[in-house]
């Protein structure tokens, strides 16, 4: 585990098409944002976690938990550009894009992603991946799959069934992998990449991590075979909670109101 110091932060708008108010959204009677940001404490090593917002309500939300809200600009077009707005102001070495949409996610993950950077000096972010279980899930373009080179570093995103002529469960390390939307970077690629121009491919695929690969940035790419189940819509909040109550089994049950912070 490195030893590096690193900042978790959260970005949560209100505003989403799919979802309005998503990160206040209750899950077993806390708001969505909370399970994030207990999840996020779990990471072994962190040095600070923040959730960077441009709505008072979320803002509010995270203080009544005790965490801490920063406050940031609602010109922003992506979350990366609200995570960096944030990093400039810190002295981390690392910082850590942790959707705040994402709330069963494996701590030790993230810890490994950290890792991935320490041991690949010439890399500038880390994201992760898991296997492609299904041909559906290969073929739909909501699952964004990424192919990597000989040293893990990713080759391409799309939301398109890539390498041509693979099938999902295929063997061999070329075959693409369902790309895990969390992401660390080295705290000066993050500003650099903030900064950069939205490229082509980022444009037609709407995936802004094809902005770094245009400008040439390396992303190694950590796999694990544990799978994430986010919240992208309101009917993904039940299988969710499922999840959540598997996880803190003793602290929480079906039907439960929040009891302690």
């Known amino acids: 585990m490195s030893r590096k110091c690193f900042s978790v932060i959260l970005p949560a708008r209100y505003g989403s098409t799919r979802f309005p108010g998503k990160p206040l959204a209750k899950i077993a009677g806390r708001p969505l944002i909370e399970w994030v940001y207990r999840r996020a404490s779990e ?10 917002t441009d709505d008072e309500r979320i803002a509010e939300a995270v203080r009544a938990f005790g965490a801490r809200a920063v406050m ?54 880390a994201t ?43 063997d061999g390390g070329h075959g693409a992998r369902r790309h895990v939307g969390i992401y ?12 950069l121009p939205r490229t082509p491919l980022e444009r037609s695929e709407r995936l802004e991590q094809l902005r770094a690969l245009e400008h040439g940035m ?14 992208d819509v309101p009917a993904d909040v039940k299988a969710v909670e499922k999840v959540i109550f598997e996880l803190y089994t003793g602290e929480i049950r079906p039907g439960s109101e929040r009891k302690g912070p």
């Open 43 to 52: 990471i072994r090593g962190v040095s600070e976690i923040l959730v960077a």
């Open 218 to 231: 390396r992303i190694v790419v950590v796999e694990t075979q544990k799978p994430t189940v986010g919240v």
């Open 72 to 125: 940031t600009s609602s010109r922003h077009e992506t979350g990366t550009d609200r995570v960096a707005e944030v990093a400039r102001g810190l002295e981390s070495e690392y910082v850590v894009n942790l959707q705040g949409d994402e709330p069963v996610f494996d701590p030790e993950l993230v810890e490994r992603m950290i890792g991935a950077l320490d041991a690949a000096p010439e890399a500038d972010i």
């Open 184 to 195: 660390a970077y080295r705290r000066d690629a993050l500003l650099r990449f903030a900064a």
């Open 128 to 170: 992760a991946c898991h296997p492609i279980a299904s041909a559906d899930e290969y073929g739909n373009p909501n699952v964004v799959k990424v192919v990597c080179d000989a040293t893990g570093c990713a080759l391409y995103f799309s939301r398109a069934p890539i390498p041509h002529g693979w099938s999902a469960g295929a």
